[in-house]
């Protein structure tokens, strides 16, 4: 049962999201990120190991929450995602960029759509227009709305795990979370 007094996931994970892993499966971890944050950076390494090790135990959402006071690249960064996922390319565009957090200026990140065989123009005027903006600012909302103040923060089946994002962590609080489906499916 959640208490009424643990953070929730206000904006419930939906068909707008971006989802990675297993899509029939009852453990859902969200991600508020932020591509210039080196912790979020850090976190993508667990992400990508708990995605090998257990993918087929959870789905992963990834959400923006630029913080564009102390990362500056980080608005345009999120707005290139969301214009490379229009493209149906959202997840290598994630990993790029944070394979590369230290390299997040425009000429980068037009880079990058070219070696991700983007539509270049396209992932241009996506960029230079802000056609992304609201999306991301949407992300940002349902972050604050949802008691994200910093990144990464991560919400487990709706509430916000406010523990240690190590690998270790993280896998056993997904595998206790997927504990009620097998007790029912044993019943």
């Given at each position: 049962?959640?208490?009424?007094?643990e953070?929730?996931?206000?904006?419930?994970?939906?068909?707008?999201?971006?989802i990675?892993?297993?899509?029939?499966?009852n453990?859902?971890?969200?991600?508020?990120g932020?591509?210039?944050?080196?912790?979020?950076?850090?976190?993508?390494?667990?992400?990508?190991?708990l995605?090998?090790?257990?993918?087929?135990?959870?789905?992963f959402?990834?959400?923006?929450?630029?913080?564009?006071?102390?990362?500056?690249?980080?608005?345009?960064?999120?707005?290139?995602?969301?214009?490379?996922?229009?493209?149906?390319?959202?997840?290598?565009?994630?990993?790029?960029?944070?394979?590369?957090?230290?390299?997040?200026?425009?000429?980068?990140?037009?880079?990058?759509?070219?070696?991700?065989?983007?539509?270049v123009?396209?992932?241009?005027?996506?960029?230079?227009?802000?056609?992304?903006?609201?999306?991301?600012?949407?992300?940002?909302?349902?972050?604050v709305?949802?008691?994200?103040?910093g990144?990464?923060?991560?919400?487990?089946?709706?509430?916000?795990?406010?523990?240690?994002?190590?690998?270790?962590?993280?896998?056993?609080?997904i595998?206790?979370?997927?504990?009620?489906?097998?007790?029912?499916?044993?019943?």
């Open positions: 049962m959640i208490s009424r007094f953070p929730q996931l206000i904006l419930p994970v939906g068909p707008r999201d971006h990675r892993g297993a899509r029939d499966t453990v859902t971890l969200v991600e508020y932020d591509y210039e944050c080196p912790f979020c950076g850090q976190a993508h390494g667990v992400i990508m190991e995605l090998d090790q257990i993918g087929d135990r959870f789905r959402v990834f959400r923006n929450f630029p913080l564009t006071t102390m990362h500056p690249h980080a608005e345009l960064a999120a707005e290139a995602a969301e214009a490379a996922g229009a493209q149906r390319r959202f997840w290598e565009m994630h990993d790029t960029l944070y394979e590369n957090q230290d390299a997040l200026e425009p000429e980068d990140l037009l880079q990058y759509a070219a070696d991700l065989d983007l539509d123009d396209q992932f241009a005027s996506d960029l230079s227009s802000h056609a992304f903006e609201r999306r991301v600012r949407e992300d940002f909302m349902s972050g709305r949802s008691g994200v103040s990144t990464p923060t991560f919400f487990i089946n709706g509430v916000r795990h406010d523990g240690p994002w190590d690998f270790d962590t993280l896998a056993s609080e595998l206790a979370a997927e504990q009620p489906r097998l007790r029912r499916m044993r019943a």
